[in-house]
């Protein structure tokens, strides 16, 4: 099949802002399904609201435009009713760690096979370039006129932490990397979490003066190292990159199916 084919075209242009990094994520999350040759009909895609949620409005799966925060709920039903069928959720700041956060930390510590896909631009894009858990201390938003004194979650972190059984973090520079990332993720039989950096010119670049859509990604060309380079050894500060956590442990889904056999044959 073509990119194309994977589009509703009637849907575009798209609503992002020129120089997003949101454009860049669908088409290589395109390319990743494409690899992987899953046909259309076994993927469902579950969004919540913000930006990055209209991403599923673009993509010609079956698709779940949802409430704020709750796209991994609807995620957590569609995968209980349907098991076989692979969900990809993604989610931006607020709808996974912000509103979303508990249902984020819980369908990390039931292994439930979703592939949650984090679009990090660091700010609240459709609502007005509000902060967000992922802004940073110190960066400037429009609700934060003198400095976020937040501190930030990270993303790597917080899924190790939870009990996410493959975590994993790219950029929107590093295009291939995000293509070989999502196609483990979504492989990958258990919670799968990818922190894609992604940036935002409109406002939390604009607000932080980082320059155009091309100085963003040239940050994170500069400002991200591979786990374990020498890289970070001469930059500490540098964002690690790759693949963190990859384990093998129940899955919730056949372990639900499990009991219920039991159930069902008097618990023998």
């Known amino acids: 099949m073509a990119v194309k084919d994977y589009i509703r075209e009637r ?11 949101h454009g ?16 259309q009909n076994d993927i469902v895609m579950v969004s919540g609201i913000g930006c990055s949620s209209r ?4 993509m010609d799966f079956h698709t779940l435009h949802t409430l704020h925060g709750r796209a991994l709920a609807f995620a957590t039903g569609v995968k209980m009713g349907w098991p076989d069928l692979k969900v990809l959720v993604p989610m931006g700041d607020g709808d996974a760690l912000s509103i979303g956060g508990n249902h ?32 940073g201390f110190g960066k400037l938003a429009t609700t934060a006129p003198f400095g976020i004194i937040d501190q930030s979650f990270d993303v790597v972190d917080l899924a190790r932490a939870a009990g996410a059984t493959f975590v994993a973090r790219t950029t929107t520079f590093h295009v291939k990397e995000i293509q070989t990332i999502l196609k483990e993720a ?11 950096l992604s940036q935002c010119p409109t406002y939390f670049g604009r607000k932080n003066k980082m320059g155009s859509a091309v100085d963003m990604v040239a940050w994170f060309r500069d400002n991200t190292c591979k786990q374990g380079s020498q890289k970070k050894e001469k930059n500490p500060d540098c964002i690690e990159r790759g693949v963190f956590v990859q384990l093998e442990r129940p899955e919730y889904c056949e372990e639900y199916q499990r009991i219920m056999g039991l159930a069902a044959g008097g618990g023998k």
């Open 186 to 196: 979504i492989t990958h039989k258990g919670f799968s979490v990818v922190e894609i």
């Open 11 to 21: 849907y575009f242009p798209h609503m992002w802002c020129p120089g997003c990094g």
């Open 24 to 39: 860049t994520v669908m088409n290589n999350l395109i390319r990743a399904v494409e690899g992987l040759g899953i046909p």
């Open 104 to 135: 984020f930390i819980h369908a990390a510590r039931r292994n439930i096979d979703l592939c949650a896909i984090v679009m990090n631009n660091r700010i609240y894009g459709m609502t007005g370039g509000q902060y967000s858990p992922l802004s």
């Open 55 to 58: 991403i599923s409005g673009y």
